[in-house]
T-cell receptor, first 114, second 108 residues
Framework: DSGVTQTPKHLITATGQRVTLRCSPRSGDLSVYWYQQSLDQGLQFLIQYYNGEERAKGNILERFSAQQFPDLHSELNLSSLELGDSALYFC?????????????FGPGTRLLVL | EDKVVQSPLSLVVHEGDTVTLNCSYEVTNFRSLLWYKQEKKAPTFLFMLTSSGIEKKSGRLSSILDKKELFSILNITATQTGDSAVYLCALNTDKLIFGTGTRLQVFP
């Protein structure tokens, strides 16, 4: 158990819909990362937040957005869902998102878009 | 463009065999190289390597980084069925850049 929690565990939805994935970082961690893992793409970095502010952006689509709240939990919003958005979405946290830090991963949310 | 390539893509061995997993990279600046083991769910952290030529060891697993030749290897000796997983290598820049992983299957 890494100390990072993610909800929900599984999500099944239809194309065109919008979903919100939630992540609570480890106690004391200020930085949160979101990743997408699909079968053909491997693990892709989406976005990083530090203490409520966006710090780094990866391969995140315009249909996706994220935020980190004052209590440091984060939400990833996926809208206008397409079949290809079906994937495992991981959240990770680290103390301050700076050098040589280990990221601790949550258990992931499995999204299936039908 | 930064790139991390792992080989082989897939590996099938019998219990007791030793395996070597490779991670080569084309990344201009990075702070560390990380190895993760992913079973059914989230990746679990194995090693963080920052210095070239210094082996890190944990039980039957060991890893080393070669910054001159731009690669790292992960060795697993006396493999067990519980070692079956996808092993991910990642470079830590401002973000983690992952390779696609090596799938290891260990049969009794």
């Amino acid at each position: 158990d890494s100390g990072v929690t993610q909800t929900p565990k599984h999500l099944i939805t239809a194309t065109g819909q919008r979903v919100t994935l939630r992540c609570s970082p480890r106690s004391g961690d200020l930085s949160v990362y979101w990743y997408q893992q699909s079968l053909d793409q491997g693990l892709q970095f989406l976005i990083q937040y530090y203490n409520g502010e966006e710090r780094a952006k990866g391969n995140i689509l315009e249909r996706f957005s994220a935020q980190q709240f004052p209590d440091l939990h984060s939400e990833l919003n996926l809208s206008s869902l397409e079949l290809g958005d079906s994937a495992l979405y991981f959240c990770a946290s680290s103390v301050d998102g700076l050098e040589q830090e280990t990221q601790y991963f949550g258990p992931g949310t499995r999204l299936l878009v039908l | 463009e930064d790139k991390v390539v792992q080989s082989p893509l897939s590996l099938v061995v019998h219990e007791g065999d030793t395996v070597t997993l490779n991670c080569s990279y084309e990344v201009t600046n990075f702070r560390s190289l990380l190895w993760y083991k992913q079973e059914k769910k989230a990746p679990t952290f194995l090693f963080m390597l920052t210095s070239s030529g210094i082996e890190k060891k944990s039980g039957r697993l060991s890893s080393i980084l070669d910054k001159k030749e731009l690669f790292s290897i992960l060795n697993i000796t006396a493999t067990q069925t519980g070692d079956s997983a996808v092993y991910l290598c990642a470079l830590n820049t401002d973000k983690l850049i992952f390779g696609t992983g090596t799938r290891l299957q260990v049969f009794p």
